[in-house]
Every structure is written in structure tokens, then in C-alpha cells.
T-cell receptor, first 111, second 116 residues
């Protein structure tokens, strides 16, 4: 079935460092989304991308929709302790279809 | 405005028992989704309601799972009889616009189900 791969699976960084994570697929998606899940909470939408090549920012977060439509990355600049959590990418192949989620990247920020 | 709520937050049951999970979407949201995340894996789509109708139930694992959304408000997901592999976190999400899969989905906190 449809699958998204996320890397890295987990990462430990120092507070203040920049973070980069990505999401890849063997098939084309027409929409990419990035979610963050805090412990004990449900995923919260961070950024939505709708066009190949699109680069979108939300505060310290920047995400890009890959030109091939098969990948996306998320960057976090100047990490802070509250950035800790699991980051999920999700894709939609076509309008009206449902989300496919990746397995998540677990981020830990060390003080 | 209240967010999506789910009940219970945790449930521990024995194999063969029945469990019913409840989701209350954001008021006025036509779309309601159920997802499941098994430990360490991706969040998998289970099904999608538009109001009280099942729009897509292609992700339901088998006929031990039954979802309902009577009156188009809250939804329940019943697992009967539960098996060990049903353990995981069950998320509910809702969105406003009927017919728009790209409308922002708001997730509930999830119900953590453990089957022993």
C-alpha cells in the first residue's frame, strides 16, 4: 500500500540548534502536511503544502514540497525545549482521498 | 470553542472483551475521522464520516470493528471481540467542510487501548 518514510526516526539535539527532517515516498502526492504530537495530545497541524516547489514558513518552522512531489522536508531553526515531540508528515494523493501518515520523527531537545 | 474530545483516555481490557471508544468532534464539523497508531508505526486511517454517513471505511481492519455516528454528532468505535493486535492509540479528528479532504483536521488526544 501507500507508504511514507520519515528520517531520522529520532534525534537528540542541543537547545538552539537547527533541525532538519524529511519525508519521502515512492509515489506522488498532491498535498503534504506536517503535524506535531506533544505527549498525551493529538497531532496538531503545523504546515500544509499544496504546490510542488512551495516553500512555507510558520514562525521558526519552514517546510518545502519537493519538486518531484515525492518528498518534503521540515526545518526548525533555533530549537527550544517545547519543540520536543513527534513530527509526522502526511500526504494526500488526490482530492477527496484520505491522509497517509509517515511513522514520525521523535525529537528530543537537550538543555 | 471546545476541541475534539475522546473518551476514555485509556482502556485496558482482556482479549475477547468488548470496548467502545467515543469521539465528540468540534461542534458544527461535518467530517469525522478515526485513525489508529500502533506502537512506533504510522498513524493509519480507519474511516471517514460525513455527517452520519460513512464516506470511506476502507481502512477498517476487519469486521470486529464497528463505527457509528448517529445523528451526525458524536461517534463511537466498538471493537468486539478485542484481539492483542488491536492495541494502540485511537485518534479521532474532525474538520469543517464537507467534501474537502484538505480542510484542516483537528485531532483529539486519543484513546490508548491495551489488550492483554
Amino acid at each position: 500500500g501507500q507508504q511514507l518514510n520519515q528520517s531520522p526516526q529520532s534525534m537528540f539535539i542541543q537547545e538552539g540548534e537547527d533541525v532538519s527532517m524529511n519525508c519521502t515516498s515512492s509515489s506522488i502526492f498532491n498535498t503534504w502536511l506536517w503535524y506535531k504530537q506533544d505527549p498525551g495530545e493529538g497531532p496538531v497541524l503545523l504546515i500544509a503544502l499544496y504546490k510542488a516547489g512551495e516553500l512555507t514558513s510558520n514562525g521558526r518552522l519552514t517546510a518545502q514540497f519537493g519538486i518531484t512531489r515525492k518528498d518534503s522536508f521540515l526545518n526548525i531553526s533555533a530549537s527550544i525545549p517545547s519543540d520536543v515531540g513527534i513530527y509526522f508528515c502526511a500526504g494526500i494523493h488526490n482530492y477527496g482521498q484520505n491522509f497517509v501518515f509517515g511513522p514520525g520523527t521523535r525529537l528530543s531537545v537537550l538543555p | 470553542e471546545a476541541g475534539v474530545t475522546q473518551f476514555p483516555s485509556h482502556s485496558v481490557i482482556e482479549k475477547g472483551q468488548t470496548v467502545t471508544l467515543r469521539c465528540d468532534p468540534i461542534s458544527g464539523h461535518d467530517n469525522l475521522y478515526w485513525y489508529r497508531r500502533v506502537m512506533g508505526k504510522e498513524i493509519k486511517f480507519l474511516l471517514h464520516f460525513v455527517k452520519e454517513s460513512k464516506q470511506d471505511e476502507s481502512g477498517m481492519p476487519n469486521n470486529r470493528f464497528l463505527a457509528e455516528r448517529t445523528g451526525g454528532t458524536y461517534s463511537t468505535l466498538k471493537v468486539q471481540p478485542a484481539e492483542l493486535e488491536d492495541s494502540g492509540v485511537y485518534f479521532c479528528a474532525s474538520s469543517h467542510l464537507a467534501g474537502s479532504s484538505t480542510d484542516t483536521q483537528y485531532f483529539g488526544p486519543g484513546t490508548r487501548l491495551t489488550v492483554l
